[in-house]
């Protein structure tokens, strides 16, 4: 495996490098902390949003290894550790009515977003109220009862039905790029946004490329990241999506310490 132009490592978080029980092991911890010893640079690539991702860089101190969040799938990009803001590409309030408009009559349908400290919904679910409480959103608010909401990084559609998932399949919207995300779940970003675009923006800032990149992940959302970076790295327990994007087809899973191993051979490598 050449690396030798290679400086920067983005990592997905859940089911990448968080196990099952959201939690980074203590090897793991060290080890990134040897390769940043070392030179690596290390960035964080999510769908999860900033309120949801504060509680873990507190909870292992990740202020001291990463430097670059790119949360919400790509729409919002910060710098680490001040939380400085260097990107923000968010969905108008037309796409959000464009979204209403095509799904809101679709009785197995529910559409959810995320606003500061609050949880916006169609309806009040026990998945909703999950998201909302692993976001540390204080606030629930009942969408489309009046217009006051903030324009969002994405839209999630909530469904249950496989017909349901076909349907959202066969009605694009336009101007809007959509993904699986979740075996219930399905969301809406900008076009042009993405994982990958996001850590190709942040990499120009510093003069820099994809070329120099190795990305971790597991989902489809993670897949263009995956291809698009010098090295892709699949975790075990990826999706077949993500595996035919990656480089690599990891034999660790994230309950496996994957990360952990390959940042060991990496070290090896060197």
């Excluded at 909870?59 to 550790?81: C, H, R």
């Excluded at 919207?173 to 809406?188: D, Q, T």
């Excluded at 090295?231 to 999506?241: E, L, Q, S, Y």
């Amino acid at each position: 495996m050449q690396t030798n132009n290679i400086d920067t490592l983005f990592f997905d978080l859940d089911r990448t490098l968080l196990d099952s029980n959201k939690e980074i092991s203590q090897n793991c911890l060290k080890m990134m902390k040897k390769c940043k010893s070392s030179g690596y640079h290390f960035g964080i690539a999510t769908g999860r949003s900033l309120s949801s991702i504060t509680p873990l860089l507190d909870k292992y101190n990740l202020y001291e290894i990463f430097e670059v969040i790119v949360a919400n799938s790509g729409a919002d990009i910060y710098m680490l550790p001040g939380m400085k803001s260097i990107k923000a590409e968010h969905l108008s309030r037309e796409d959000v009515y464009k979204i209403k408009e095509t799904f809101d009559e679709y009785p197995d349908i529910m559409i959810a977003f995320h606003n500061v400290n609050t949880m916006c919904a169609t309806k009040r679910t026990s998945f909703i109220e999950n998201v909302r409480k692993n976001n540390n959103e204080e606030n629930f608010k009942l969408l489309f009862e009046n217009a006051d909401f903030e324009e969002p990084s994405r839209v999630m559609l909530e469904f249950h039905e496989e017909s349901t998932l076909e349907f959202i399949l066969s009605n694009p919207i336009k101007g809007l790029n959509g993904y699986h995300s979740e075996p219930e779940v399905y969301e809406y970003l900008k076009n042009h946004v993405s994982k990958s675009n996001g850590i190709a923006y942040y990499m120009a800032q510093l003069n820099k490329t994809m070329e120099q990149v190795i990305c971790f992940g597991d989902g489809d959302n993670d897949s263009e990241m995956l291809n698009d970076c010098k090295i892709g790295v699949a975790m075990k327990n990826a999706t077949n999506r993500a595996i035919q994007a990656a480089d690599i087809y990891w034999k660790y899973s994230n309950d496996e310490d994957g990360v952990f191993e390959f940042l060991k051979y990496l070290v090896r490598e060197e």
